[in-house]
């Protein structure tokens, strides 16, 4: 939990991994320019105080997650997402298995999602049964662009994916997280698009698409996307750690993310340990729409930060919320955000 100025908030981190991405473990040159990536993402977006050394990135210790996330890092339910990368890491860059390893061992603390990739076919789908029997999964994270030997990348409307899609409804699994966001190297762009999450969104209502990086740099795609289907969420991680290199261009995209969604569908993320979420959240708690942008968008409440930081999520994993953190739902029922077309600001 955060408190600042008399408001206390429930922090929910959407996205966090724990992967090994040492040398010993990367398959070829790829796994290295992967990992180089993302610590060319966190150095480059990274106050100076918070950068930390090529070796430290590699991997964390048990110890050192818990420190970051946990003793002052104010999160209060952590969810990791695993990203397999068996083409590039010997053993897998962040696989559900060795995330499962912390979040039985702190249940407490952390829920665990597993993956899927429809070019697995039927053995596939027979792994995530297991996968879901064996974590009791309430969500898996998609990596449309991961490399499988000659493939480069699938869509989620691939009548493959639709059978995965199905198991999912089948086994419980309601949250569906996908990267739809920035490349990373050597990933190819294009299969990132945004676009495929149109088409299942309105075929599987019964699932939430959480679409992870909010569709950068597709961010309009993506919001003309989520403004018609009430089931998309946007996650904010990459989106986080704008607030410091870039606080004007963080003040559009959750602005824009505001108007056309609303703040029930918005998810917080570190993304960590691309980065810490100490700075983050506390940056977010202190940060304000520029006076002449709120004209077009609004001001950000202590309500709205309640529900990006922790609720929404909360709501989406049926995560307990002390009721004084709470806050009440503007929407009279079953508390589940409304997609009426762009929500104008007062």
């Not at 700075?279 to 004209?295: A, H, N, S, T, Y």
Request: glycine content about 8%; overall charge negative.
């Amino acid at each position: 939990m955060y408190e600042k100025d008399g408001h206390q908030y429930f922090v929910v981190d959407g996205h966090i991994h724990f992967w090994d991405a040492r040398p010993s473990n990367q398959a070829n040159r790829y796994g290295e320019g992967f990992i180089n990536c993302f610590y060319d993402y966190h150095r480059n977006l990274s106050p100076a105080s918070e950068v930390w050394s090529l070796e430290d990135f590699w991997q964390q210790s048990e110890e050192r997650i818990l420190h970051d996330v946990f003793e002052v890092g104010y999160v209060d339910k952590a969810i990791f997402q695993p990203t397999y990368l068996n083409d590039f890491f010997v053993n897998g860059f962040n696989t559900t298995e060795q995330d499962g390893v912390l979040a039985e061992k702190y249940p407490d603390k952390f829920i665990v999602n597993g993956s899927w990739d429809p070019r697995d076919g039927e053995a596939g789908l027979d792994r995530l049964e297991a996968l879901a029997e064996r974590w009791s999964l309430q969500g898996v994270k998609l990596y449309t662009a991961e490399w499988k030997g000659a493939s480069k990348g699938w869509k989620l409307s691939d009548p493959w994916s639709y059978r995965y899609l199905e198991k999912c409804q089948e086994l419980g699994i309601r949250n569906i997280h996908v990267h739809k966001g920035p490349t990373i190297y050597p990933l190819n762009l294009d299969a990132f698009d945004v676009t495929d999450v149109d088409e299942v969104a309105s075929e599987f209502p019964g699932l939430k698409f959480i679409v992870e990086h909010c569709g950068l740099p597709r961010l309009e795609d993506f919001c003309w996307i989520a403004t018609q289907e009430p089931n998309v969420y946007a996650g904010l991680a990459v989106v986080m750690p704008f607030i410091h290199s870039r606080p004007r261009y963080f003040a559009q995209v959750i602005g824009e993310l505001l108007y056309w969604l609303d703040e029930n569908r918005i998810t917080f993320a570190s993304d960590y340990a691309i980065w810490t979420p100490k700075w983050l959240i506390e940056r977010f708690v202190d940060f304000q729409i520029p006076e002449d942008m709120r004209g077009e968008y609004g001001e950000l409440t202590p309500e709205v930060k309640k529900k990006i930081l922790g609720l929404n999520a909360a709501r989406l994993y049926d995560i307990p919320v002390p009721p004084e953190l709470d806050v009440v739902e503007a929407h009279a029922g079953s508390g589940e955000p409304i997609a009426s077309g762009p929500k104008v600001p007062a």
